[in-house]
């Protein structure tokens, strides 16, 4: 799996997007960017993921460049809730294995 | 559903003890995993598991050992624990088939010291 590279942390006001920044400059052409995050003590929860294309959920939405080089995580109104370690990950889909976590990057939600 | 259960919760053993820490899941899914966290680092894989009866080390298996038995079920055992095993445990678990295999379902943890 190819490596990615985090800020440690990062402030956010409450309310405001947060844009969160992940570098996969080794990313493979069938490896895909996955998004996860881990409340403090809890266990990763799944927020997103894509290939090459933009995308967006409930939580939110993923901007890959088009080199797919790096990408961006947007939390669009961030609330005292999404404080967290967020974690990018890239890897092959469908692989039986489990996922390679980084340090990913802690969040602060500013009130 | 449940989703992931993990018991117990917390716990507490000596140096050389033995345990088994106990998950489950209710989802149906193939693919079920172990990861040990360290504090300040990110979870690293110790056993996975892709489906009865079929077990592979990941990336720190020493001092563990693991079983698949049936598809909900999925222990670690640790047979003689080490100060170095004091850790927080997830277990996960995903299905294996079409769109459903993006999301990988973890459990609460289990936090382990060894005295």
């Known amino acids: 799996d190819a490596k990615t590279t985090q800020p440690t942390s990062m402030d956010c006001a409450e309310g405001r997007a947060a844009n969160l920044p992940c570098n996969h400059s080794t990313i493979s052409g069938n490896e895909y960017v996955y998004w996860y995050r881990q409340i403090h003590s809890q266990g990763p929860q799944y927020i997103i993921h894509g290939l090459k294309n933009n995308e967006t959920n409930e939580m939110a939405s993923l901007i890959i460049t088009e080199d797919r080089k790096s990408s961006t995580l947007i939390l669009p109104h961030a609330t005292l809730r999404d404080t967290a370690v967020y974690y990018c990950?890239?890897?092959?889909?469908?692989?039986?294995?489990?996922?390679?976590f980084g340090k990913g990057t802690h969040l602060i939600i500013q009130p | 559903n449940a989703g992931v259960t993990q018991t117990p919760k917390f716990q507490v053993l000596k140096t050389g003890q033995s345990m088994t820490l106990q998950c489950a899941q209710d989802?149906?899914?193939?693919?079920m995993s172990w990861y040990r966290q360290d504090p300040g680092m990110g979870l690293r894989l110790i056993h996975y598991s892709v489906g009865a009866g079929i077990t592979d080390q990941g990336e720190v298996p020493n001092g563990y050992n693991v079983s698949r038995s049936t598809t909900e079920d999925f222990p670690l055992r640790l047979l003689s624990a080490a100060p170095s095993q004091t850790s927080v445990y997830f277990c996960?678990?995903?299905?294996?088939?079409?769109?459903?295999?993006?999301?990988?379902?973890f459990g609460p943890g289990t936090r382990l010291t060894v005295l």
């Open positions: 990950i890239v890897r092959v889909q469908g692989g039986a294995d489990g996922l390679t």
């Open positions: 996960a678990s995903r299905s294996a088939a079409g769109a459903e295999d993006n999301e990988q379902f």
């Open positions: 989802m149906n899914h193939e693919y």
